[in-house]
C-alpha cells in the first residue's frame, strides 16, 4: 500500500507565501508523483501542477508564475512552493501519485489553505 501525507497549508493573506510538501510512505517501487490538485468550495477538483519522471513541468493557467513544484526522490516528497497567494488559491491542496504501470492512483488527506483579502 502507498500512503500520502500533505501538510503546510494555512490561513495566510493575500500576497503571502506557503510550501505545501507530501511524502509518500509503503511500498513505494514504480510508484511516481503525479502533481498536485486543488478543490475549492462547490467546485471540481482541478490539477494545479504537475511533474513528469523525467522532471518536466506543467501549471494550470491560474497559477503559471506563482507556483513551483519540485520533489526530493531521496525523501519520497514532492513539494508546492506558492508565492503571491491570491484569495483565488483557496481549497484543499491534494498529492497525487500514480504507479507506472498498473495506473493505480494515491492520494492523500489533503491540507487546507486558506488566503483572506
Known amino acids: 500500500q502507498v500512503q500520502l501525507v500533505e501538510s503546510g497549508g494555512d490561513l495566510v493573506q493575500a500576497g503571502a507565501s506557503l510550501r505545501l510538501s507530501c511524502t509518500a510512505s509503503g511500498i513505494l517501487f514504480n510508484v511516481n508523483f503525479k502533481g498536485w490538485y486543488r478543490q475549492a468550495p462547490g467546485k471540481q477538483r482541478e490539477l494545479v501542477a504537475s511533474i513528469s519522471i523525467g522532471g518536466n513541468t506543467n501549471y494550470g493557467d491560474s497559477v503559471k508564475g506563482r507556483f513551483t513544484i519540485s520533489r526530493n526522490t531521496a525523501k519520497n516528497t514532492l513539494y508546492l512552493q506558492m508565492d503571491n497567494l491570491k484569495p483565488d488559491d483557496t481549497g484543499v491542496y491534494y498529492c497525487?501519485?500514480?504507479?507506472?504501470?498498473?495506473?493505480?492512483?494515491?492520494w492523500g488527506q489533503g491540507t487546507q489553505v486558506t488566503v483572506s483579502s
Open positions: 497525487n501519485a500514480i504507479h507506472q504501470y498498473r495506473r493505480d492512483e494515491y
